[in-house]
């Protein structure tokens, strides 16, 4: 079954510092994989998505990640940090065959000044 | 983007009574909507996939008598939580999906806290 790990539930970054977040899947076929940002009292926003084709992956707000098979990974990645990045971050996985979605348990990103 | 709606964005309901929440699709037909339970500090438990016309599919451990689902329509599924108790009191998220192939985005609501007392 496909799931993904997301280790560190806490996350400190300073202001303008790499933010980086890790995510670890489990698929036994091509996965196709998410991240979502939510703030406090809101639904998902997606941030980015890995379906086929090229590895590295752009998104909004400055993110990106990269799609690394031998790695079974796809970290999330923001060269600077901004005090607006502070929220909850979600990795996900698509279940094959249908598109629900397995979450990670998230990273809370705290941005210090 | 397409647009997912949810209604209410809060709402705090005495025991034993029946809340329920919308989840509407504003600018597109969702052929399946899926309903997600968040706890606090938590990630999002995925509850059931609804396809409009049918019955729910719930998620293992999830009561289906508890939780009611009905998708009448391409642009709106209900969540009806039924009986509510304390435990029941969680924030509710729904996501919508303009189609069933795997490249499919899903779009999610604004998410519904609910408060039982």
């Known amino acids: 079954a496909q799931s993904v790990t997301q280790l560190g539930s806490h996350v400190s970054v300073s202001e303008g510092a790499l933010v980086l977040l890790r995510c670890n899947y489990s698929?036994?076929?091509?996965?196709?994989l998410f991240w979502y940002v939510q703030y406090p009292n809101q639904g998902l926003q997606l941030l980015l998505k890995y379906t086929t084709g090229a590895t590295l992956v752009k998104g909004i707000n400055g993110f990106e990640a990269e799609f690394k098979k031998s790695e079974t990974s796809f970290h999330l990645t923001k060269p600077s940090a901004h005090m607006s990045d502070a929220a909850e971050y979600f990795c996900?996985?698509?279940?094959?065959?249908?598109?629900?979605?397995?979450f990670g348990k998230g990273n809370q990103v705290v941005v210090i000044p | 983007g397409a647009v997912v709606s949810q209604h209410p964005s809060r709402v705090i309901c005495k025991s034993g009574t029946s809340v329920k929440i919308e989840c509407r699709s504003l600018?597109?037909?969702?052929?399946?909507m899926f309903w997600y339970r968040q706890f606090p500090k938590q990630s999002l438990m995925l509850m059931a996939t609804s396809n409009e016309g049918s019955k729910a599919t719930y998620e293992q451990g999830v009561e289906k008598d508890k939780f009611l689902i009905n998708h009448a329509s391409l642009t709106l599924s209900t969540l009806t939580v039924t009986s509510a108790h304390p435990e029941d009191s969680s924030f509710y998220i729904c996501?919508?999906?303009?189609?069933?192939?795997?490249?499919?985005?899903?779009?999610f609501g604004q998410g519904t806290r609910l408060t039982v007392v």
């Open positions: 698929s036994s076929v091509p996965p196709y």
């Open positions: 996501s919508a999906s303009p189609g069933t192939g795997t490249n499919t985005e899903a779009f």
């Open positions: 600018d597109f037909q969702a052929t399946t």
């Open positions: 996900a996985v698509r279940l094959y065959g249908n598109n629900r979605l397995a």
